[in-house]
């Protein structure tokens, strides 16, 4: 399968807007927790050190910004450009001006969020965001080569540190850290399959190590030929086909897959 | 190339360049970014690579006549829905809880005494979960509120003193 420049920006782009989608929606959803009283308001966050011991101007900045209301308008734009990213013509102002809102809001969603820790998932995205926004501002040959590469470059990054980290961790290294994973209640909630997983040992060893070589493998998809590149790409849906299922992360599905159109791109030139 | 084709280059090379280091030299580099890299942009995605400890939240009043209630479990796990694969909107709520827990466990068990060290009770994460509990009813002559966290085995890991927000 060979992808043309603009196959390839479209791939990216619809997994990228039904990501963005997905989260503005569900944030949405969870109106109550912005307002007082929520786990997520504003009133609440901003008692947090990193934001009382900054100065004045920027706490005042953020107090305009950061309240429900504000807020939830910005969650909306975020809705609107996802619109903007889908019917605007390839090169349009508007797609710079979609993504350039797309990325201040997902800046803004990670410095609001702090006390909490930043969402992977729009930790990730800013990354795709970010390639795009800097092509968009000038859509050259040279330009997309190297965003494409950049957003290819950063899955593989993505992958590789996961590996090694399982590879410092000691559960992982003897071949446990998985079955520590799927046989937690509190992060897969589904009995059966924790005790599908604790009967097996020789089963969950096995995936604990194909994981690990997954991750720490990945980066040789950019050296190699289109049939490692299509077995590691089935083997990178069908994992993240888990963990959404199991683990209830489906957003990681989304933000990670819209990288994929770029390695594909990538390895076929 | 045009000036701006290498200026855009090169933002995404020095972009690409600071992720990896940030990657494979994250503690280190943590100390400086917590402060300097606001937006988070930078990022190590050490997806699962943590040992899972699973902590218990409950909570128990004291009422006017200084009686104490039963603790009550909080329930952070929601019932396994297929549909949570593409919407799972409580998660969010659900990993606030258990973030701010997995600190305070942290820094627990790094301090016990609290000496020469912000106090538990002073820190943001107490505040939030206290805030948090907040949600659950208690009688108007309640006159406050304990949480305890305890590990799988149910063992106590931390128990706050009473409050009352």
Redesign the interface.
Known sequence: MNLSIAQTLGLINLFLVIYVLIDSFEKISIYKEYLAGGLLSWSLLRKNSFFTSRSESFRNFIDIIFPARPWMFLIALRIFCCAGLLVSPPDSPLLGFSYAVLFIIGALMNLRSLAYGAETENRFSLVIIGALLLRSLLPTDVVTLAALWFIALQVCLSYLTAGVSKLRNVSWRQGNGFKYVATSYELVPVKKVNIFFEKYTGLTQVINWLIILFECAFPVVLFSGPVVLWSFLVAGGILHIAIAFGFRLGKFFWIWIATYPALIFIVQR | ??I??II??L??AI??TA??CY??LNKRMAHYTY?AD????L??????????E?FHLSYRDMLADQAVTQWEPVP?????K?Y??????????D??????MDDLVRIVKKDQSGFGRKRIKER??Y??LS??L??YPQSESCLGRQFRIQDKENNEVFISDFYKE
């Open positions: 190339m045009s701006w084709e855009i280059v933002t995404l972009w690409l992720n990896i990657s494979f402060r606001i937006f988070r942009l990022s190590a995605f050490q997806l699962f690579s943590r040992k899972v699973s952070l796990n929601q019932q396994w297929s949570h694969a593409i919407w799972f909107p409580a998660r969010t709520v990993t606030c809880v258990i973030s701010i943001f994460i505040h939030a805030h948090f907040e949600r």
